[in-house]
């Protein structure tokens, strides 16, 4: 694999933005613990045990196997209109104090057997307590799982939101285009783990402040100057375990904002958007329903003036493959209240036929223009190219799809590859300072996150830098990168799986 191997120093608590753990703390010591004494998760590789062996997980006591049946579930069409309701927050001065205890504290259960709870901080990992070292084989008890499977029956539903008037239909010519010359690939040097930001033991505490236990992704765009604004995916409150995302309390997105400009030591959420008491608002409405629109996931965000818009896919369900999703659509939403409600465009939309690309998209203002880099959806597919002027984002027919050295209007079908290989979860920011392309992405064959940088949109695209192996970070996805990076320094999000919360990297970049 090309670039740098991860700093050994990553997996020591001292170099990732959390106090070292009290001596007499019940908790592993590799785990960070934030500033109120919280055990946090760590997403690195787990270090040898004492005997030098591996931590192997410990054999499950059973193993069920799913078996499907039909459920048929009745689907109003259209759906209810979105709840808009948004609280203020009332945080303590203590950052150490929990503003809502009757919401997010566990209630004691008197008929619980001693010890059964477990850590807060746990991991999830293996050999991590109650373990009784006998190297004695169990033989796991195999069962059947019989589990629904939605068949969505469409119904008349209600009125549901108001229709929009569809834009005016304004093609663009085809133009031709060049590429730039092709530039050395990033140079990474050292990559460190920051902090982590959400979930229990965070410098943040999203699980005691806005009941965000669980959740992924991490995306960041400037809404003005001063402030970014940072957008989370599926996300689960108190009831939430680890490993993945599990939960009663479901929101398909979250919405914080930040004004940390030192993300030395990590990134403080100011605020998140709220609709109750310490509660985070889902702020892109989903209707929750397997096969019909499982969930609806952010995959960038922009401001334009005063409006901020947010990238996202519609996921009819997940693929049966892991990391596989099929999706209904990708479309843009917009708020004009610096995030506190939004919209979502009702033609603003790239319908999923024949895996069409520009499913999964990361969308950056430059210039007249926004660019618009897309994947199908999944974790498979290559990476093509659109722009559209600054003023017409919400009209599709506006948009030229870069084909063979041409910006060709209406089809996004005929868009070529703009990079070698398939891409998942894409993060495209343009330096101002150093004039320069950065693009970031999860290859899901390597394993890797990658870097590459062009003098323009469409490339020639550098070759790839790892930023991230998941030799190191078993579990991680994502590379979110933060807008206020520079030239020689680059933060970036990236999200584990069994820990299921997002962490804040740094990687040292050599100009």
């Known amino acids: 694999m ?60 059973s193993v069920s196997i799913p078996i499907p049946y039909p459920d048929f579930v009745p689907v109003p069409v259209p759906g209810p209109t979105a709840d808009q309701t948004r609280v203020a927050q009332d945080l303590p001065a203590d950052p150490c104090a929990d503003p809502c205890p009757d919401l997010t504290d566990p209630v004691d259960d008197p008929e619980a057997e001693p010890g059964s709870s477990g850590s807060a901080g746990s991991s999830g990992s293996a050999g991590s307590s109650g373990s009784s070292g006998s190297s004695a084989l169990t033989i796991p008890k195999i069962s059947i799982d019989p589990r ?46 920051v902090s982590q930001l959400t979930g229990r033991g965070s410098e943040n505490r999203t699980d005691k402040r806005w009941q965000v236990d669980g959740t992924d992704l991490g995306i960041t765009w400037e809404t003005k100057p001063g402030e970014v604004a940072v957008a989370f995916g599926d996300t689960f409150g108190k009831d939430w375990a680890p490993p993945g995302a599990f939960g009663e309390d479901w ?65 009819k369900r997940w693929s049966m493959v892991p990391g596989m999703w099929y999706t209904n659509y990708g479309g843009i939403a917009y708020s004009d209240d610096n995030g506190q409600t939004w919209t979502k465009d009702q033609h603003a939309k790239w ?49 030229q799809y870069w084909s063979d050295g041409t910006w060709t209007p209406v089809s996004q079908h005929l868009a070529t590859p703009i990079v070698g290989g398939v891409a998942s979860e894409l993060s495209v920011r343009y330096d101002a300072t150093a004039d320069t392309w950065l693009m970031s992405y999860l290859e899901p ?4 996150i990658i870097l590459r940088r062009s003098s323009s949109p469409q490339g020639a695209w550098s070759d790839g830098a790892t930023l991230v192996d998941t030799a190191d970070y078993p579990m991680a996805y994502g590379g979110f990168m ?21 962490y804040l990297m740094h990687a040292s970049l050599h100009p």
Not at 21 to 32: D, K, M
Not at 174 to 192: F, H, N, Y
Not at 486 to 502: A, C, G, K, Q
Request: net charge negative; proline share 13%.
């Open 2 to 61: 090309a670039g740098v191997p991860l700093c050994v120093a990553a997996v020591v608590a001292a170099t990732i933005g959390f106090t070292a753990a009290p001596a007499a703390a019940e908790t592993i010591p590799w785990l960070p613990v934030n500033a109120c004494g919280e055990t946090g998760f760590n997403p690195a590789k787990e270090p040898p045990s004492p005997g030098g062996g591996p931590l192997l997980p410990p054999i499950p006591p």
């Open 251 to 315: 929101r398909s997105n979250v919405l914080g904002h930040s004004t940390d400009t030192d993300l030395s030591d990590g990134m403080t959420i100011d605020s998140m958007v709220q609709d109750s008491r310490c509660h985070a608002a889902e702020i892109i409405d989903s209707r929750h329903i397997n096969n019909f629109e499982t969930t609806t996931i952010p995959t960038s965000g922009f401001a334009i003036g005063d409006r901020q818009y947010l990238s996202y896919m519609s996921v």
């Open 351 to 399: 319908d999923n036929i024949f895996g069409a690309r520009f499913q999964v998209s990361a969308m950056v203002p430059q210039g007249d223009y926004v660019y618009m880099f897309g994947t199908p959806n999944g974790r498979i597919g290559t990476i093509g190219l659109a722009r559209v002027p600054v003023d017409r984002v919400l009209n599709t027919t506006s948009y």
């Open 482 to 502: 933060h807008p206020w990076s520079t030239d020689r320094d680059l933060y970036f999000t990236i999200s584990e799986w069994d820990s299921y919360n997002v």
């Open 445 to 448: 064959v390597g394993g890797s």
């Open 148 to 193: 629904p499977e939605t068949i969505p029956i469409p119904v008349p539903g209600g009125p549901g939101p108001e229709p929009q008037p569809a834009p005016p239909v304004e093609i663009n010519p085809a133009e031709r285009g060049s590429l730039t010359a092709p530039v050395a690939k990033p140079e990474v040097g050292d990559v460190r783990l």
